[in-house]
Every structure is written in structure tokens, then in C-alpha cells.
């Protein structure tokens, strides 16, 4: 019997609930949608309309700080292949930056200087994170970096590590007889 989508798609997550790669990729995407899509583009339209499309130069505080530690732990998780951990720093991330975003409410803020320093720092901590995400999100990344005017500068180079592996060119699968 199913469950609800949440639990159904347990398994990727850590636990040991039935496992359905469509509901994970469902719930994902849906997060991405919830948490980068709005979040970029509520920044983009925000910057067009107050800035004349300039994102504000300050990219530093206590969010972009807390995100370079997040991009340290998705990089930690990458490297130790465990994409499910990296994939619940990355959304905890972004959601962490659309609260930043929500409580200080730049819209609605008269203040010139903390507009400025609440998107600045909104760009800056999401900039950090994308490119932590970029092996997870690829394009996606790039598109949303290009929009609020960053450059994708991953450290990641692409190149697959390992190539095709050919198993009766190592002893450790020789096969019997050969």
C-alpha cells in the first residue's frame, strides 16, 4: 500500500520507507520550483524594479557566511557520494535564504542602505550556494546565477574521475579460466 508522497520516497532521504524514483524526482522538483524558482525570480523583478537591474554590491553577513558553511557541507557530501545528504543542504540552504528574504522584507523597507544590504546579501549567499549545488543542478544553476548577473565559477571540472571500466582488463574480475 502507498503512502503519502513524503514518506513513500523515504528511502533517499535515509530511512527505510518504500522508494519511488518518480516521487523523487517529483518532490525535488517541487522544491526546486518552491525554493529557486520563486526565490530568483522574486530577486530578479525586485532588482529590475528598485535597482534598474544593478544587484547591490554587498555580499557579505551572516547569511553568506552561513551559506559558505552549507556549501562546505554539500561538497562533503558530494565527495563522499552521498547526494542525498547534499541534496537536503542544498534545499535547507535556499530555504534558509527565501526566509532571510521573507523577514526582511527589502519591498517594504524604506531604509535605502538595508534594502540594499538585505538583497546584497540575499545574492551573495544564493551565489555561494548554486555554485555549491552546480553538480546537482548543472543548468539550472547556471541559468539562475546568469539571471541575478553572478558567473558560475564551479570547482567541480566536469571530467568524469573514472573512465569506462572494462572488467576483464582487471585481475579483481578475471574471469574463471581466462
Given at each position: 500500500m502507498r503512502r503519502s508522497r513524503s514518506t513513500s520516497c523515504g528511502r533517499w532521504v535515509g530511512s527505510d520507507l518504500d522508494f519511488d524514483r518518480e516521487d523523487?524526482?517529483?518532490?525535488?522538483?517541487?522544491d526546486l520550483a518552491n525554493n529557486l524558482g520563486n526565490l530568483v525570480s522574486r530577486l530578479v523583478k525586485f532588482i529590475v524594479r528598485r535597482f534598474e537591474g544593478c544587484v547591490p554590491a554587498e555580499r557579505t553577513g551572516e547569511?553568506?557566511?552561513?551559506?559558505?558553511?552549507?556549501?562546505?557541507?554539500?561538497?562533503?557530501?558530494l565527495e563522499a557520494f552521498e547526494t542525498a545528504r547534499a541534496a537536503r543542504q542544498l534545499l535547507g540552504d535556499l530555504a534558509r535564504i527565501n526566509r532571510h528574504l521573507q523577514g526582511s522584507a527589502p519591498w517594504r523597507?524604506?531604509?535605502?542602505?538595508?534594502?540594499?544590504?538585505?538583497?546584497?546579501?540575499?545574492?551573495g549567499a544564493l551565489a555561494v550556494t548554486l555554485n555549491a549545488g552546480w553538480p546537482l543542478l548543472g543548468a539550472l544553476a547556471e541559468v539562475a546565477l546568469a539571471a541575478l548577473g553572478s558567473k558560475a565559477a564551479p570547482a567541480w571540472t566536469g571530467e568524469p574521475v573514472v573512465r569506462r571500466v572494462e572488467p576483464a582488463h582487471l585481475p579483481v574480475y578475471a574471469r574463471r579460466g581466462a
Open positions: 523523487v524526482v517529483r518532490t525535488l522538483d517541487a547569511l553568506v557566511a552561513d551559506a559558505r558553511d552549507g556549501a562546505a557541507q554539500i561538497r562533503q557530501a523597507e524604506p531604509d535605502e542602505r538595508r534594502v540594499r544590504a538585505a538583497v546584497g546579501e540575499a545574492v
